[in-house]
């Protein structure tokens, strides 16, 4: 069976006119480990490209979230794809302090659900203490 794609456009970019926020997954460049995922709008994407490091927009602030602005823990932009239907960002960053994750994890998907029992484990350690980092109790 022969296999043909004809595409009447080029897409250029990811597409905003879809909506205003595109998921990104935020991947370790290095080991491959998936580190987060998080959004961005045109301003966010705009800086990350500009800067070369990642930029995304927080929901729960609405605003532009300079990620590790508060932790130290920065993502230099390593490489960005988007998917075929141009409504989700891949970046591929270095990620500056070992951990992605506001918890003090390196990735935010540290909780693994074991589907037979369904227990709950965490994997990896803390690589720093969140309340001494932002000052929460």
């Known amino acids: 069976m022969e296999f043909s794609y004809s ?5 250029n970019g990811p597409d905003f006119n879809k909506s205003d926020l ?10 491959g480990t998936v580190l ?11 800086e990350t490209l500009k800067t070369n490091r990642v930029c995304y927009y927080s929901r729960s602030r609405q605003k532009l979230w300079r990620k590790g602005e508060e932790s130290g823990n920065v993502q230099e932009l390593k490489s960005l794809y988007f998917d075929c239907d141009a409504d989700t960002l891949l970046v591929k960053v270095n990620q500056i302090g070992g951990a992605a994750c506001h918890e003090g994890y390196e990735s935010c998907f540290f909780r693994k659900v074991d589907p037979a029992t369904k227990d709950v484990s965490v994997e990896g350690e803390r690589v720093f203490d969140p309340n001494e980092v932002y000052g929460k109790k």
């Not at 595409?7 to 897409?11: D, G, K, L």
């Not at 987060?36 to 705009?46: H, P, V």
């Open 7 to 11: 595409s009447e456009y080029t897409v």
């Open 22 to 31: 595109i998921p990104v997954i935020a991947q370790d460049e290095q080991s």
């Open 36 to 46: 987060m995922l998080a959004y961005m709008n045109r301003e966010a994407y705009e």
